[in-house]
């Protein structure tokens, strides 16, 4: 478990089966996830059942963001497409609503970044972010991402095409 006096971020348990399923079953979030059709419980439960917890075995990590004050869950940051030869990994974080603008996933954002670069050693953080998102571009950009690379009218969502930036962070502590 990773933990701030803000947040914690901790292994998805069994309990949270049914807060997962509704985030992956909001549509209004489907177009982040390339996702078409809901989940099951069961295929959530069988995630949760299924994964190691071990980026290096599973390649990717869902993690629960948890806010200390409340013990209240807020959100998940995952981390996916883990590469150990080119020493790469991509992350993505949803805030659930009543939890935005608090600086929540600022700081999951923050603690995952300290984990990938201090203790995976990691060389480079990457995210996809839709230009038009703009809190969770400044998000980025303020945890030193830099935007470098854009695919024009790459998300079809909501009736129109949107942006999608491409951001990096770079761990300079890197020894491989």
């Known amino acids: 478990m990773l933990q701030s006096s ?15 399923l509704a985030i ?9 996830s390339n996702n078409q ?3 099951s419980l069961a295929d959530i439960e069988d995630f949760i059942r299924h994964s190691t917890a071990n980026l290096l075995v599973d390649r990717q990590i869902r993690l629960v963001i948890v806010e200390q004050s409340t013990n209240e869950k807020a959100g998940l940051i995952d981390l996916f497409e883990y590469d ?6 991509g992350t993505g974080i949803i805030i659930t609503e009543p939890f935005r603008r608090k600086g929540l996933g600022s700081e999951a954002l923050k603690l995952i970044i300290r984990y ?5 050693n990691v060389q480079q953080l990457w995210s996809n ?3 038009d998102n703009t809190a969770s571009m400044n998000m980025f950009f303020n945890a030193g991402f830099e ?6 009218q790459w998300v079809y969502h909501s009736g129109e095409f949107h ?3 491409t951001l990096q962070l770079f761990n300079t502590k890197t020894t491989k």
């Open 163 to 165: 942006d999608e930036a």
């Open 37 to 39: 059709s809901a989940y």
């Open 24 to 32: 992956e079953n909001d549509e209004r979030y489907w177009h982040l």
């Open 6 to 20: 803000k947040i914690q971020l901790r292994i998805p348990e069994a309990d949270d089966a049914t807060f997962m």
């Open 84 to 89: 150990p030869i080119h020493s790469r990994v």
């Open 129 to 131: 972010v839709l230009t």
């Open 116 to 120: 990938l670069f201090d203790v995976v």
């Open 147 to 152: 935007a470098n690379g854009l695919k024009k």
